[in-house]
């Protein structure tokens, strides 16, 4: 009988790169496919809740979400729906909602997955850090203990309406305060993006190139991966008393005023980079 003829050590090898060699043009082939996949959920999320917005408005005679503490002050920062310090009455466990925890509360959106983009990167704006221990929107949480952070409910979008003809800030040039009804919106700016925070935090990336999934008042969500809007040489007006590029900027742990100013900007950015109102550098 004839012996079986086994692989030679080189025919091995062969295999072994050609292999290899196709494992390194499929891996980042499926890594693109599942961002693509990621970046369409997104989308979905975001009109979803555009969809909530205007039902919402619809039920509150045009309001917009609520933003407004129980001091009458307004809440500033763009991803907040609940804070511990903020029942709706004193030494009450039910707190008041705010921005995309009206959608939550009014069961307009019912499953809080929705405001968070499945791309996010950092910890405190993912749907798990806010669910330990359960029901989702209730305080105090567990990763806000052991991260040192606020006892704060975030979402994993940015809400930052603007109206039509808002009142500027004399210094930066940015509103004072949020749109308040619906039908006064901005229809070219956006309501609501991806998260903002720096462009290492982005969602979206591919191949170092920017992306963002933005929510505008007609209803329609845009994908904005233009490179003018994510330019370096975009900055804040000088009264808002950060240089460097408007996208270096970090929003965390500003003031109102600062905070405003990053957003409406980066918001301004996303819809038109070549709008007359943005700084750039010669």
Excluded at 240 to 245: D, K
Aim: one cysteine or more; charged letters at 20%.
């Amino acid at each position: 009988m004839k012996k079986k003829k086994g692989f030679t050590l080189v025919e091995l090898l062969v295999v072994i790169s050609i292999i290899a060699m196709l494992m390194s043009i499929l891996i980042p082939s499926l890594g693109r496919a599942r961002e693509l996949a990621r970046r369409s959920v997104c989308g979905n999320q975001l009109r979803q809740i555009n969809v909530g917005i205007a039902s919402y408005a619809m039920r509150n005679n045009g309001s917009m979400l609520n933003v407004t503490r129980t001091d009458k002050s307004e809440e500033f920062h763009p991803f907040a729906a609940y804070r511990i310090e903020d029942p709706i009455n004193p030494g009450d466990t039910k707190l008041l909602a705010y921005r995309f925890g009206c959608l939550y509360d009014n069961r307009i959106i019912e499953d809080p997955k929705v405001f968070y983009c499945p791309s996010n990167k950092d910890a405190d704006r993912q749907y798990a850090s806010y669910i330990n221990p359960e029901p989702w929107g209730s305080l105090p949480q567990e990763y806000n203990t052991a991260a040192g952070k606020n006892q704060w409910v975030r979402v994993g979008y940015e809400y930052f309406p603007v109206e039509r003809n808002f009142k500027r800030s004399p210094f930066t040039g940015a509103p004072e305060a949020l749109a308040t009804n619906f039908d006064r919106l901005d229809a070219y700016l956006p309501i609501a993006t991806d998260v903002l925070r720096t462009k290492g935090s982005m969602s979206h990336m591919n191949r170092g190139t920017c992306g963002v999934n933005a929510a505008y008042p007609d209803g329609s969500v845009a994908f904005c991966n233009n490179q003018d809007t994510f330019s370096d040489n975009l900055r804040l007006p000088p009264g808002v008393g950060l240089p460097g590029a408007l996208w270096d900027a970090d929003p965390s742990e500003k003031k109102k005023t600062v905070i405003y100013s990053i957003y409406y900007y980066r918001f301004l950015a996303i819809s038109n980079p070549f709008d007359s109102s943005l700084n750039r550098s010669r």
